[in-house]
């Protein structure tokens, strides 16, 4: 089984796995960053949208299909907040993108509500 791509160290179908495929939800604000950062780094748009608070998520979601993403590292977590720095490589070569993300909870699941880059 291959390495979950959110660099957990555990295979996909023992980390973020279940919550893309919808079995589970995250259990905080950091493992639903991991979870969402996998769904980029596999092409999973749904799961992308799914985890998007209602107030905030676009109607329909386009992934770049020329980025590759690389790595991902989790800069500090705390509260509602992760700040992570994830890697990637597209057309014209390797990039990061550094983000503080906020997440909220609503009816006991943890979404995504937007992030500030740098």
Same mark, same amino acid.
């Given at each position: 089984?291959?390495?979950?791509?959110?660099?957990?160290?555990?295979?996909?179908?023992?980390?973020?796995?279940?919550? &893309? /495929?919808?079995?589970? !939800? =995250?259990?905080?604000?950091?493992?639903?960053?991991?979870?969402?950062?996998?769904?980029?780094?596999? $092409?999973?748009?749904?799961?992308?949208?799914?985890?998007?608070?209602?107030?905030?998520?676009?109607?329909?979601?386009?992934?770049?299909?020329?980025?590759?993403? &690389? /790595?991902?590292?989790? !800069? =500090?977590?705390?509260?509602?907040?992760?700040?992570?720095?994830?890697?990637?490589?597209?057309?014209? $070569?390797?990039?990061?993108?550094?983000?503080?993300?906020?997440?909220?909870?609503?009816?006991?699941?943890?979404?995504?509500?937007?992030?500030?880059?740098?």
């Amino acid at each position: 089984m291959p390495d979950c791509p959110c660099g957990s160290g555990s295979a996909l179908d023992a980390c973020c796995g279940p919550l &893309l /495929s919808g079995e589970r !939800v =995250a259990g905080s604000p950091e493992e639903l960053m991991r979870s969402r950062y996998t769904a980029f780094a596999v $092409g999973d748009a749904d799961h992308l949208l799914r985890t998007w608070h209602p107030r905030t998520r676009p109607a329909r979601l386009a992934l770049d299909p020329e980025l590759t993403w &690389l /790595s991902l590292q989790v !800069v =500090a977590a705390g509260g509602d907040t992760v700040e992570f720095i994830a890697r990637y490589r597209g057309p014209t $070569g390797r990039g990061f993108q550094r983000e503080v993300s906020r997440f909220a909870q609503r009816a006991g699941r943890w979404f995504y509500l937007d992030g500030t880059t740098s």
